[in-house]
């Protein structure tokens, strides 16, 4: 299965900055997805990262908000933008081979603004 | 549309206890079913999967088994440890593929010594 890194963490950021959270897979896959989990929450999917092209949000989420960059098979970005209280949460990213696999998971951004 | 519904946690339990985390699903044709677990302060990690009407996951232990009579795949462990206290969350993936998984709401499980 896919081993998934992501970097940072966790991180404390301040109001009003932006911060761009990392995804690595050790081998090529086919779909990658970022999700966000508030404490004691289930996961809701941001968007699925396509490569070479844009992501695709799910609803109640904008590209200008979470901007996501997937520029090969292997690795992707998701940038929480102009951030705010309401934003602390954990991203997680997840990635699969397609068809019936699996998705595997990262684990996770812990991120927290003051 | 597709949904999980799991049964609301927390869940705590007393070692050596069975347990049992009933999970139910609505899906257009066959979709494949997944349990899945976060320990505390990690990401999810894959428990057990089936893929077709009647087939069971097991791993470490745990058990389901894909019932498409009564669109259930209710995971269940016949002794639990204080080491499987985590939140469990089942999901489905839509018989298509090439899409995300829909998840439950999650089950926090405590298990005391």
């Known amino acids: 299965s896919a081993v998934i890194s992501q970097k940072p963490s966790r991180d404390i950021c301040q109001r009003g900055t932006s911060l761009t959270i990392q995804c690595q897979v050790d081998?090529?896959?086919?779909?990658m997805f970022w999700y966000r989990q508030q404490p004691g929450q289930s996961l809701t999917l941001i968007a699925t990262?396509?490569?070479?092209?844009?992501?695709?949000?799910e609803s109640g989420f904008v590209i200008d908000k979470f901007p996501i960059s997937r520029p090969n098979l292997t690795f992707s970005t998701l940038t929480v933008s102009n951030m705010s209280p309401e934003d602390s949460s954990i991203y997680l990213c997840?990635?699969?081979?397609?068809?019936?696999?699996?998705?595997?998971f990262g684990d996770g951004t812990r991120l927290s603004i003051l | 549309g597709n949904s999980v519904t799991q049964m609301e946690g927390p869940v705590t339990l007393s070692e050596e206890a069975f347990l049992t985390i009933n999970c139910t699903y609505t899906a257009t044709g066959y979709p494949s079913l997944f349990w899945y677990v976060q320990y505390p302060g990690e990401g999810l990690q894959l428990l057990l999967k089936?893929?077709?009407?009647?087939d069971k996951g097991s791993n470490k232990g745990f058990e389901a088994t894909y019932r498409k009579e009564t669109t259930s795949f209710h995971l269940e462990k016949g002794s639990v440890q204080v080491s499987d206290s985590a939140v469990y969350f089942c999901?489905?993936?839509?018989?298509?593929?090439?899409?995300?998984?829909?998840f439950g709401k999650g089950t926090r499980l405590s298990v005391i010594a």
């Open positions: 990262a396509n490569q070479g092209s844009e992501a695709t949000y």
């Open positions: 081998s090529q896959v086919t779909m």
């Open positions: 999901a489905l993936l839509r018989n298509s593929g090439n899409t995300p998984l829909v």
């Open positions: 089936a893929t077709k009407a009647d």
């Open positions: 997840s990635a699969a081979t397609g068809g019936n696999q699996p998705q595997h």
